[in-house]
């Protein structure tokens, strides 16, 4: 495959106008799916399932099979449809739509078309520096999600060099809302970075509602980025690419990035640019070609005919709406002023995706510096490590737990880390394994005198030291005390009674 010709960045943005916008697919977390009864490989409950064991008739697209609509999933989208600012449907309808789908059996999708269960909302974005960037929303619709497809016997687990490809039905039928979003303009310079603002918004939104976990590396969330470009001072929209399924808000950046550099090397060139579908390659950083892009009239659509129109009643719509969760946005302002986080402190907490963890341990009792401090070093670090998530790995209340040790003086921030390993081990709480451990820190002050009495002998010249000024020759005892009590000495109090001695 050719390599792209990039223009660079800065001088694209001289030539041209971006103009962006975004299809992103929210797979929902209800018990079972959108039109069966079959289980939700979305919901925690069954995230290990075995392929093909999460499926029903309908799934399948068996002869005789019919749908019926998953209540939980209606109020779900009502729910996200008032978190975007949209207008709700008094009925929206579902629709088919029509195309190849090798993991879909019945070979076309249940969708809605031009009856959404949501529209015309607003979206606010909260870009790094704290600018507030205005995104239009179109619409927000129900329909299911498509199968997977594995392809097996190739080197790269794509289907080009693949030998066959094995389907599994478990995500067939899976609940969606799609929330697609009308062209975004004035983006500017900054539209990489409004992209991966604005996923990273939706992504808040619904973890806020409870309705998806919302985790990109797992496809509960995956964004199409439409990138076009129109020269300065032209009022008609360029040709435009969507580029699919970017499974990390990093990537969705560099998606953006990469697009608008290779639009403008083509135009800039005399070319056209190609209506198509593109893929991201995460290795490389680069898009490839996909398909042709297809307008709504290939898709064929027409209605559903074996399901009703969805038509919520004023009171449901009045219920959800008062139980809308605070906007993220808003929580973020609340909380970084009530944590009296700087910026900097703040943004680390938000981009290791840890509020609501920081949040928890702050409710359960522990400081906001000592949450922080716990989330976004010790148990981040474990979690890479092992590839993991630091909030799969313990528990908030646990954290606050093993921060009052410390506080109370229970234990050193150095036995704190052994506790906490103990804990992501899966150890028990954190005061018992202090107490299976062993690990306390040592507060008899004979046991300490002990100690130090025995680490004088070693080096009789010390106390002369001290005694002469040089207060920094206590730090050897210290150390060796440290070491005799195994790390369970409190070393602040060993050097006040070394200084004591010092001063008979």
């Not at 409950?45 to 019919?66: E, F, I, K, R």
């Not at 680490?455 to 106390?463: I, N, T």
Request: proline residues 6%.
């Amino acid at each position: 495959m050719a390599k792209d010709k990039l223009m660079d960045f800065d001088r694209a943005l001289e030539l041209f106008e971006p103009v962006l916008g975004f299809e992103v697919h929210v797979e929902l977390n209800t018990r079972t799916k959108m039109f069966s009864s079959a289980g939700n490989p979305a919901h925690p409950d069954n995230h290990d399932a075995a392929p093909n064991t999460l499926v029903a008739p309908v799934d399948m697209g068996l002869p005789g099979s019919l749908p019926v609509v998953n209540e939980a999933a209606v109020r779900h989208s009502i729910s996200l449809g008032l978190a975007l600012g949209c207008e709700i449907a008094p009925s929206s309808r579902f629709a088919r739509k029509n195309y190849f789908y090798p993991d879909l059996g019945k070979n076309y999708q249940i969708s809605q078309y031009d009856e959404p269960i949501a529209f015309e909302g607003q979206v606010e974005v909260e870009l790094g520096d704290g600018t507030i960037v205005a995104v239009p929303i179109e619409r927000a619709h129900m329909e299911e999600d498509a199968g997977k497809l594995t392809h097996l016997g190739g080197s790269t687990g794509r289907i080009q060099g693949a030998e066959y490809s094995l389907v599994d039905y478990n995500r067939a039928g899976v609940p969606l809302v799609e929330i697609v979003t009308k062209p975004i303009f004035g983006t500017e310079e900054r539209a990489p970075e409004v992209a991966k603002a604005y996923v990273a918004a939706i992504r808040d939104i619904v973890r806020a509602l409870g309705i998806s976990e919302a985790r990109m590396e797992r496809g509960n969330l995956r964004c199409d980025a439409n990138v076009s470009l129109r020269p300065r001072g032209q009022d008609k929209l360029g040709t435009r690419t969507e580029t699919k399924n970017v499974n990390s808000m990093r990537s969705v950046e560099r998606a953006v990035r990469y697009e608008i550099q290779r639009q403008a090397a083509i135009l800039a060139d005399g070319g056209v640019i190609t209506q198509e579908t593109r893929h991201w390659h995460e290795d490389t950083g680069t898009t490839s070609p996909g398909r042709p892009k297809s307008d709504a009239d290939d898709y064929r659509y027409f209605p559903e005919p074996d399901l009703l129109p969805v038509a919520p009643s004023a009171a449901l719509v009045d219920e959800l709406r008062a139980a809308l969760p605070e906007p993220p946005a808003a929580r973020r302002r609340r909380l970084k002023a009530e944590w009296g986080f700087t910026g900097l402190e703040f943004q680390d907490v938000v981009n290791g995706g840890l509020l609501a963890e920081v949040e928890a341990t702050v409710a359960a009792g522990a400081s906001p510096a000592s949450a922080r401090k716990w989330w976004t070093g010790e148990l981040t670090r474990i979690a890479n490590a092992a590839g993991r998530e630091p909030a799969d790995l313990v528990a908030p209340a646990d954290v606050a737990a093993l921060q009052k040790l410390v506080d109370a003086g229970t234990l050193t921030d150095k036995l704190a880390r052994q506790v906490l390993e103990g804990m992501v081990a899966g150890e028990g709480s954190p005061q018992e394994i202090v107490d299976a451990r062993g690990l306390a820190v040592v507060s008899d002050d004979g046991a300490l005198i002990a100690a130090i009495d025995e680490a004088l002998a070693a080096q009789p010249d010390v106390l002369e030291k001290i005694r002469d000024g040089k207060v920094q020759a206590a730090g050897a005892i210290i150390g060796a005390v440290m070491k005799a009590m195994r790390g369970q000495a409190d070393a602040a109090r060993v050097r006040e009674l070394i200084l004591e001695r010092a001063a008979r």
